[in-house]
């Protein structure tokens, strides 16, 4: 049975790694390869209805899908031929139900008016159900494509497609999460939009164990307690981890969302030197791992060049106690080179992850020299995404891996030091051409 995706034209590259994923998770057969970057109109082969509403129903980059009646067809004559063809034997299954007719138009629309009569020129269906403009049984939907020459759209749409619509995606929860309605946020917090995208990438599941070793305010762990699942965040920075007071800290941003009961903790740790029990396993691990440009990467420790320092930290008493022993004793750090802490995410997601599991992080790359070479791989781990979301002379590219099964080992390709190290110099210095 065909079916019509409306996709949002934000973050086209990422469209089809969402889809691609989330039929994945579902495990829905469709093939979507008819993708089309410039166009927010897709057809895709399902079962049925209800496969249709399990492939978006997650998705924040489609809008809503509906069953195919007619279309794409370059006039509104052709259209109803389509119609008249290939589905009146669905009209009498709809006579008697409740319904309305809408229209929707890319990068145009049309007058009142048009639209009245458009729906006139459908009485051939012969519905007898009552029009109902709120909570109909039924909605009925004209896609039109119009093409923009220069800054102006063409008079007439070049593509008109006909649906019964099946199902809206979860894009509605952007302005459930919108950063700027978020009780505590800081510099780093990720935008709704790309923290629920990340999360539908990285295969983030109800009652699934997900971990962000770079939480900072919780962008992450909120998308993810969203789709159900249960979270754990470390931060080096324990400010972080406090907040800014009682009522703004990351167990606020749950609360605001009732999912108070999907945090399991959030501590502040040094994530390559973790405390995490021996054998415990993540179902995801979910991240935008710091890179130095509006914070610092930085380890617990002390410069080995600061020799007596250390030496000084180590013997300093603090009412007859060593200071490193207590409580209160917060602990000196030390800059951390940033592609060292990508083999270490992926040495510690190779290791970590249950089999099938998913890793997604973002990492920077320069435009004017960017190589694959750049990105790290690890033995067991596949990697299967790499979408880039580009700011002209830089990109932020989400890489996802999946664990592999026992025994399957791939390619272990370490971090280029040299061009990692060198992004934040460039970021600062304006990408100037060498």
Same mark, same amino acid.
């Given at each position: 049975?065909?079916?019509?995706?409306?996709?949002?034209?934000?973050?086209?590259?990422?469209?089809?790694?969402?889809?691609?994923?989330?039929?994945?998770?579902?495990?829905?057969?469709?093939?979507?390869?008819?993708?089309?970057?410039s166009s927010p109109f897709m057809i895709v082969e399902l079962e049925n209805d209800?496969?249709? @509403?399990?492939?978006?129903?997650?998705?924040?980059?489609?809008?809503?899908? /509906?069953? $195919?009646?007619?279309?794409?067809?370059?006039?509104?004559?052709?259209?109803?031929?389509?119609?008249?063809?290939?589905?009146?034997?669905?009209?009498?299954?709809?006579a008697t139900d409740s319904f309305k007719f809408e229209i929707i138009g890319y990068?145009?629309?049309?007058?009142?008016?048009?639209?009245?009569?458009?729906?006139?020129?459908?009485? *051939?269906?012969?519905?007898?159900? &009552? !029009?109902?403009?709120?909570?109909?049984?039924?909605?009925?939907?004209? =896609?039109?494509?119009? %093409?923009?020459?220069?800054?102006?759209?063409?008079?007439?749409?070049?593509?008109?497609?006909?649906? %019964?619509?099946?199902?809206?995606?979860?894009?509605?929860?952007?302005?459930?999460?919108?950063? &700027? &309605?978020? @009780?505590? !946020?800081?510099?780093?917090?990720?935008? #709704?939009? =790309?923290?629920?995208?990340?999360?539908?990438?990285?295969?983030?599941?109800?009652?699934?164990?997900? /971990?962000?070793?770079?939480?900072?305010?919780?962008?992450?762990?909120?998308?993810?307690?969203?789709?159900?699942?249960?979270?754990?965040?470390?931060?080096?920075?324990?400010?972080?981890?406090?907040?800014?007071?009682?009522?703004?800290?990351?167990?606020?941003?749950?609360?605001?969302?009732?999912?108070?009961?999907? =945090?399991?903790?959030?501590? #502040?740790?040094?994530?390559?030197?973790?405390?995490?029990?021996?054998?415990?396993?993540?179902?995801?691990?979910?991240?935008?791992?710091? *890179?130095?440009?509006?914070?610092? $990467?930085?380890?617990?420790?002390?410069?080995?060049?600061?020799?007596?320092?250390?030496?000084?930290?180590?013997?300093?008493?603090?009412?007859?106690?060593?200071?490193?022993? %207590? %409580?209160? /004793?917060?602990?000196?750090?030390?800059?951390?080179?940033?592609?060292?802490?990508?083999? #270490?995410?992926?040495?510690?997601?190779?290791?970590? =992850?249950?089999?099938?599991?998913? $890793?997604?992080?973002?990492?920077?790359?320069?435009?004017?020299? *960017?190589?694959?070479?750049?990105?790290?791989?690890?033995?067991?781990?596949?990697?299967?995404?790499?979408?880039?979301?580009?700011?002209?002379?830089?990109?932020?590219?989400?890489?996802? *891996?999946?664990?592999?099964?026992?025994?399957?080992?791939?390619?272990?390709?370490?971090?280029?030091?040299?061009?990692?190290?060198?992004?934040?110099?460039? /970021?600062?210095?304006?990408?100037?051409?060498?």
């Amino acid at each position: 049975m065909k079916y019509l995706l409306l996709l949002s034209q934000t973050h086209m590259q990422f469209r089809l790694a969402e889809l691609t994923a989330l039929a994945q998770l579902e495990n829905i057969a469709v093939d979507l390869s008819s993708h089309d970057e410039s166009s927010p109109f897709m057809i895709v082969e399902l079962e049925n209805d209800e496969a249709a @509403k399990k492939l978006i129903r997650r998705s924040v980059l489609a809008k809503s899908i /509906y069953e $195919l009646w007619g279309g794409p067809a370059a006039s509104m004559e052709e259209l109803h031929e389509q119609i008249k063809t290939q589905t009146s034997q669905l009209w009498p299954k709809y006579a008697t139900d409740s319904f309305k007719f809408e229209i929707i138009g890319y990068q145009s629309s049309r007058p009142k008016e048009e639209f009245i009569k458009m729906v006139e020129g459908f009485s *051939y269906m012969d519905f007898k159900g &009552k !029009i109902k403009m709120k909570s109909p049984d039924h909605v009925f939907t004209i =896609l039109e494509d119009y %093409r923009v020459i220069g800054q102006n759209p063409e008079p007439a749409p070049a593509r008109i497609f006909f649906g %019964r619509h099946i199902a809206n995606s979860n894009r509605s929860a952007m302005d459930t999460f919108d950063l &700027k &309605k978020r @009780k505590y !946020i800081g510099t780093t917090s990720f935008d #709704a939009e =790309l923290s629920l995208l990340t999360c539908n990438l990285a295969h983030v599941k109800r009652n699934g164990l997900m /971990y962000d070793p770079f939480a900072g305010t919780g962008s992450f762990l909120v998308a993810a307690a969203a789709f159900g699942a249960l979270t754990v965040g470390s931060d080096i920075d324990v400010r972080m981890i406090r907040g800014k007071g009682k009522g703004c800290d990351i167990p606020a941003n749950f609360k605001q969302y009732n999912s108070v009961n999907r =945090l399991l903790d959030v501590l #502040a740790v040094d994530f390559t030197n973790n405390s995490f029990r021996k054998g415990l396993k993540f179902d995801s691990i979910v991240c935008d791992p710091p *890179y130095g440009v509006r914070e610092g $990467l930085k380890v617990l420790g002390v410069r080995e060049e600061d020799v007596e320092k250390k030496k000084h930290l180590e013997t300093t008493l603090v009412d007859g106690q060593l200071a490193h022993t %207590r %409580r209160d /004793y917060i602990p000196p750090k030390k800059p951390f080179e940033f592609g060292k802490m990508m083999d #270490a995410l992926l040495s510690f997601s190779a290791e970590r =992850l249950v089999e099938d599991g998913r $890793l997604a992080f973002w990492m920077p790359t320069a435009n004017q020299d *960017y190589t694959d070479a750049e990105i790290p791989l690890h033995e067991d781990l596949e990697l299967i995404c790499n979408c880039v979301q580009d700011f002209n002379q830089w990109s932020r590219r989400c890489l996802v *891996y999946r664990r592999r099964k026992e025994g399957d080992k791939g390619e272990l390709r370490k971090t280029e030091g040299g061009k990692a190290e060198d992004f934040r110099v460039k /970021y600062f210095k304006g990408f100037k051409n060498e």
